[in-house]
């Protein structure tokens, strides 16, 4: 086996656990919807995860490169020049879902649960749009609705200490499930931490494959491996 086989055949694995983690931290916070209101989309916890970055961007975007990656495992597509371009290729959808993933992630993330902006969690404004997701704005990013105290800070102040709260105590105030407020936040808040570090590694996953997959297609595989293809 070559190292662009091998490492294609490792890249098929790591994807195959971020997008089932991807998979599962998106259905968590559905879960827990139907679990406290009966049924689905009534008062969820945010508008994010029925963007389903997880499910879809995460998940199922990178099922094809990962089947085809895997198969360098078992002699198959992988091991000749066309699989190896056409893993190449495969990977970027993989590197579109990432991004839309880190995209929703990110969004989801900055705005906190529906409960922070909307006392009765209204989805009013959970209709999709790409707009939405490109309307970021890095100097918000101070996660002020999840360190303290109260879910949304007094409209007069700008210093995320200013109610005593830090994010060296944040532990104090947050992690714990006393309330249905506090226990959104901390829900919203892992589940989408979560799905952006998995978009993060699945775009270097995707983007390392692609260049493995060129240089595949450019060098070939083992003699060996050839003639059994």
Not at 31 to 40: A, S
Not at 81 to 92: D, E, Q, Y
Request: aromatic share 10%; proline share 4%; hydrophobic share 45%.
């Amino acid at each position: 086996m070559t190292c662009c086989e091998g490492w294609t055949s490792c890249n098929g694995f790591s994807l195959l656990v971020l997008l089932l983690l991807g998979i599962v931290l998106n259905a968590i916070p559905l879960i827990v919807n139907v679990v406290d209101e009966g049924q689905f989309f009534h008062n969820p916890i945010s508008c994010f995860e029925w963007w389903f970055p997880g499910i879809i961007g995460a998940g199922l975007m990178v099922i094809p490169a990962t089947t085809m990656s895997l198969a360098a495992r078992r002699r198959a597509c992988c091991n000749n020049r066309t699989g190896m371009f056409l893993s190449s290729l495969l990977n970027v959808i993989t590197v579109i879902g990432a991004v839309y993933c880190m995209l929703v992630s990110t969004q989801a993330l900055l705005e906190g649960p529906l409960i922070c902006n909307s006392p009765e969690n209204s989805t009013s404004s959970c209709e999709f749009s790409f707009s939405n997701l490109s309307d970021i704005h890095p100097e918000s990013f101070d996660l002020q609705w999840f360190f303290s105290e109260a879910c949304v800070a007094p409209a007069d102040v700008t210093d995320p200490t200013a109610n005593g709260i830090t994010a060296g105590d944040w532990r104090t105030h947050t992690l714990h499930f006393d309330s249905k407020e506090n226990k959104y936040r901390v829900i919203h808040f892992s589940v989408f931490l979560g799905l952006l570090l998995v978009g993060i590694l699945e775009l270097l996953f995707g983007l390392s494959q692609m260049v493995i997959g060129f240089l595949g297609c450019l060098c070939g595989v083992s003699k060996r491996r050839s003639r059994i293809v």
